[in-house]
């Protein structure tokens, strides 16, 4: 049973700062490539950030900068580091393990406000 469980959610304040973590079980983690996704509310859930296996990193346009992902095949977890937050960013982010199929985490709340 695949399971990836996303955490390190919550609320912030505009130019802060969270670390996201997903822990995967069920799967061979160093055979995927994973990805960070968000959805706000009434938007579609867009891309934040990808690994691949070996490394390669991409980024949307407006977390560039600012965001970082990485990954730790040894514990099977892979991490978004977010700084610099901003209102914009408050979504529910999602973790994402891609091969030949897909596997989907819960999410979890970011909440970026005053």
């Known amino acids: 049973q695949v399971q990836l469980v996303e955490s390190g959610g919550g609320l912030v304040q505009p130019g802060g700062s969270l670390r996201l973590s997903c822990a995967a079980s069920?799967?061979?983690?160093?055979?995927?490539?994973m990805g960070w996704y968000r959805q706000a509310p009434g938007k579609q859930r867009e891309l934040v950030a990808s690994?691949?296996?070996?490394?390669?990193?991409d980024y949307a346009d407006s977390v560039k900068g600012r965001f970082t992902i990485s990954r730790d095949n040894a514990e099977n977890t892979v991490y978004l580091q977010m700084n610099s937050l901003k209102p914009e960013d408050t979504a529910v982010y999602y973790c994402?393990?891609?091969?030949?199929?897909?596997?989907w985490g819960q999410g979890t709340q970011v909440t970026v406000s005053s």
């Open positions: 994402k393990a891609q091969r030949i199929s897909r596997y």
């Open positions: 069920g799967i061979i983690f160093n055979m995927y490539t």
């Open positions: 690994i691949t296996t070996d490394g390669r990193t």
